[in-house]
């Protein structure tokens, strides 16, 4: 099925869209509950002020992306890594700076 120049509010239910793919998609403003994006890939997409709450980011690669203003909270980082450092590495030293001499 396609679905060319829609201007309709979708709303999708327990429902497979394995192998779909959007281009040029105006979804600012949806919400994605439970949704499997599994190996999904995400090439120049406008994510600015987007939400990840309880999601699962395990191997996934940020390259050539605007971090800018990210925050990172209660999340567990392990083996995370940023330009090749671990993070952990990276938090490690920063305290050690910061301890009392």
């Not at 990172?72 to 910061?98: F, P, S, W």
Request: hydrophobic residues 35%.
């Amino acid at each position: 099925m396609k679905l060319h120049q829609m201007t309709e509010i979708l709303d999708v239910e327990d429902s497979n869209l394995t192998g779909s793919t959007f281009n040029d998609a105006n979804m600012s403003g949806a919400t994605f509950n439970a949704v499997d994006l599994t190996g999904v890939t995400l090439d120049g997409s406008n994510m600015s002020s987007c939400k990840i709450k309880g999601g699962n980011l395990a191997g996934s690669k940020f390259s050539g992306t605007n971090l800018t203003g990210l925050t990172i909270e209660k999340c567990r980082m392990t083996g995370m890594t940023i330009n090749g450092i671990l993070v952990q590495d990276l938090l490690d030293a920063h305290k050690a700076y910061h301890a009392p001499r």
